[in-house]
T-cell receptor, first 114, second 115 residues
């Protein structure tokens, strides 16, 4: 079945550092790929998505490119802020039609220190 | 901005008791989901619901679980006889459309503690 693997945390960074969180997936067909973020005490929020190979999703300075050849969707941000401290989840949704479930990776906790 | 809401935020119950977790999806959404996250583990899909019936469910979603849309706004998850291993954060989500690219909007979750 479908699966998502992402790097384990916690990842601790200083403000303005470069952030990369690796994510690889296994799926049949052509899944859609997502990054969700969970701030302390809140629910999951969509950060960005990509729906086909070579698409780049971007939002709030974060980017991720759908790489079908390496089955990866790594999340990057060039200069993190303290407010980026959160748990980040990579997820995929299969290519079939109705009511599609999300398959999540284990989450990566990021802590940005001033 | 519309959002998914869940109540209660924290529920403590004794083993063997029934519990109902409540969700109010975004009003023009048609597809509804429940996920759970056991502490320190992955977010796992439980069930999806459309047009008043279950469209997909996982192996976790056994006979102890049921879902219902009792009226035009609420979406509930019932656990008939709770076990210790049901302790987890339960997330409700909704989406306007189905299919891979369509975003699911998540609620803040209900933390269920079974003692």
């Amino acid at each position: 079945g479908d699966s998502v693997t992402q790097m384990e945390g916690p990842v601790t960074l200083s403000e303005e550092a470069f952030l990369t969180i690796n994510c690889t997936y296994t799926a049949t067909g052509y899944p859609s790929l997502f990054w969700y973020v969970q701030y302390p005490g809140e629910g999951l929020q969509l950060l960005l998505k990509a729906t086909k190979a070579d698409d780049k999703g971007s939002n709030k300075g974060f980017e991720a490119t759908y790489r079908k050849e390496t089955t990866s969707f790594h999340l990057e941000k060039g200069s993190v802020q303290v407010s980026d401290s959160a748990v980040y989840f990579c997820a995929l949704s299969g290519s079939q039609a109705a009511g599609n479930k999300l398959t999540f990776g284990g989450g990566t906790r990021v802590l940005v220190k001033p | 901005e519309p959002e998914v809401t869940q109540t209660p935020s924290h529920q403590v119950t004794q083993m063997g008791q029934e519990v109902i977790l409540r969700c109010v999806p975004i009003s023009n959404h048609l597809y509804f989901y429940w996920y759970r996250q056991i502490l320190g583990q992955k977010v796992e899909f439980l069930v999806s619901f459309y047009n008043n019936e279950i469209s997909e469910k996982s192996e976790i979603f056994d006979d102890q679980f049921s879902v219902e849309r009792p009226d035009g706004s609420n979406f509930t998850l019932k656990i008939r006889s709770t076990k210790l291993e049901d302790s987890a954060m339960y997330f409700c989500a909704s989406s306007r459309l189905a299919g891979g690219p369509n975003e699911q909007y998540f609620g803040p979750g209900t933390r269920l503690t079974v003692t």
